[in-house]
């Protein structure tokens, strides 16, 4: 396992990678593989895991300090605020005064982190600001784990989160029941907890029974194994949905079990990214390339949308990667045709805007953390 001398796994950078470039795919091209709930779920089982990993670390610090709830809460605020909240709002701030429709419309919404909210009471989308929900869906999580790590005793962790996943499948199956709209159960973070606990429990493994976790994840047939089972639970839900006239995807089984199969493989893929995968896959994860897009792949999700997106880019004026496009086209009409090019482009431009938000932004911010929250 290639670890740094701050304990960072070098690996889960390259599995961040992984998770936004199936965002990319999903958004960016005509793919019918459900490719960006993929990497929107990679990305909750790896927070469920690093989040619960770093409080049970912490709380172990501070439980019979006195006042140790109180050290162990403003740490993990302060380090959460400082990594996430800065580079949020800019963001925002900067989309409202340019003018971005769906950013203005919706203020209220994003300010608080309830876009997800928006769109389950609604039951649809919000435009440029859609894929903002998985951020909001993270924080509400962040609401909770603090205190569910804190107070519920080492020994019966595993039972709440079992519990919390069961709930979670048995919430979107009871949406589905009722008529909800499929988005209801996408985005609605109770719904999404599934993926949280299969994060948790690999901390808790992690912690707890290290080499019970590490004899699981050198088990790398498990991955491809979870990854057939995933691939099979998409093939039997467009199946089901053939069936449907019209034709409709959103069917029991890619509702109920699309999020939990993808949560098993993630689970699978991240554990043994953890304890370290060899041969071509450890080449490919720790790749200097790789390794850096997956450090600022925060900043590629958060900015990628309004760079370019083929549905709302549009309706904004003057969008300055339209005019691009546009006069790119005008030079080079055989150019238009091909989406290669475009996504070539986007994902170009949407790294580069990533990299400064990195290093004169992201960056100088985060090396605040150590001087506030210790």
Not at 109 to 136: C, F, K, P
Not at 360 to 372: Q, R, S, V
């Amino acid at each position: 396992m290639h670890v740094t001398s701050k304990g960072h796994i070098i690996q889960l950078d390259g599995i961040r990678f992984i998770a936004v470039a199936l965002v990319l795919l999903a958004h960016l091209t005509d793919t019918n593989l459900p490719a960006g709930e993929l990497g929107v779920t990679m990305f909750f089982v790896l927070s469920g895991f690093l989040i619960t990993r770093i409080l049970m670390l912490s709380r172990d610090k501070y439980k019979e300090e006195p006042g140790g709830f109180k050290k162990y809460i403003r740490k993990f605020l302060i380090r959460r605020t400082i990594r996430i909240f800065p580079v949020y709002y800019l963001c925002i701030f900067i989309l409202y005064i340019i003018g971005v429709p769906s950013v203005r419309e919706y203020l209220g919404w994003l300010v608080l982190y309830a876009t997800n909210i928006y769109m389950a009471i609604h039951e649809g989308w919000m435009g440029s600001v859609d894929h903002l929900w998985s951020l909001a869906v993270e924080e509400q999580v962040y609401l909770i784990f603090p205190f569910l790590i804190f107070f519920v005793p080492r020994k019966n962790l595993l039972t709440v989160l079992g519990v919390m996943g069961v709930f979670s499948v048995l919430l979107r199956f009871y949406f589905f029941m009722t008529g909800k709209s499929w988005i209801v159960s996408y985005v609605s973070m109770p719904a999404c907890l599934d993926s949280f606990a299969f994060g948790g429990f690999m901390a808790w493994l992690q912690l707890n029974k290290k080499e019970a976790f590490t004899n699981l994840f050198r088990q790398k047939w498990l991955v491809v194994a979870s990854l057939l089972v995933w691939f099979l639970v998409y093939y039997f839900s467009v199946q089901l949905g053939l069936k449907y006239n019209p034709v409709n995807k959103y069917n029991v089984i890619k509702i109920v079990f699309d999020r939990l199969s993808a949560s098993a493989f993630s689970f699978f893929l991240i554990g043994s990214a953890a304890v370290g995968f060899t041969g071509g896959m450890a080449v490919f994860l720790e790749n200097k390339a790789i390794v850096y897009l997956g450090r600022i792949s925060y900043g590629i999700y958060l900015y990628h949308n309004f760079v370019f997106n083929h549905y709302h880019s549009y309706t904004v004026p003057n969008h300055p990667v339209v005019r691009l496009f546009n006069k790119i086209y005008r030079h080079f009409p055989e150019l238009q045709g091909y989406q290669s090019f475009q996504v070539f482009v986007v994902v170009v431009l949407t790294v580069l805007v990533a990299s400064v938000s990195w290093h004169f932004f992201e960056k100088p911010i985060n090396a605040l953390k150590d001087k506030y929250a210790y």
